[in-house]
Nanobody
Framework: QVQLVESGGGLVQPGGSLRLSCVAS????????LGWSRQAPGKQREFVAR???????IYADSVRGRFTISRDNAKNTVSLQMNSLKPEDTAVYYC???????????WGQGTQVTVSS
């Protein structure tokens, strides 16, 4: 089993910054990637950022240059630094994990990010 717990969401003004964190626990010895997705009200969940084993990172076009994903292997944590936030970044942000050789994604419970003046 895998457990993912996100933290760090909140209310921020446009142009501000937030840092999200996700702690992974359980059976996590064979991770293929860790990442973040988000779901805005009335919309489908969408990919935000992903970090693969070995350090390769990919980003959605809408966040590239503003968001940075990082990982602390010693703490089993993946973080998302979000800068220059926009109202359209408002969403519930979910951490996800996929294991090597698996097609299944594990998900956290989500953390709300609201960008508003």
């Amino acid at each position: 089993q895998v457990q993912l717990v996100e933290s760090g969401g909140g209310l921020v003004q446009p142009g501000g910054s937030l840092r999200l964190s996700c702690v992974a626990s359980g059976s996590i010895f064979d991770i293929y990637y860790l990442g973040w997705s988000r779901q805005a009200p009335g919309k489908q969940r969408e990919f935000v950022a992903r970090m693969f084993n070995g350090g390769l990172t990919i980003y959605a076009d809408s966040v590239r240059g503003r968001f940075t994903i990082s990982r602390d292997n010693a703490k089993n944590t993946v973080s998302l630094q979000m800068n220059s936030l926009k109202p359209e970044d408002t969403a519930v942000y979910y951490c996800n994990l996929r294991k090597l050789g698996s097609q299944r994604d594990y998900w956290g419970q989500g953390t709300q990010v609201t960008v508003s003046s």
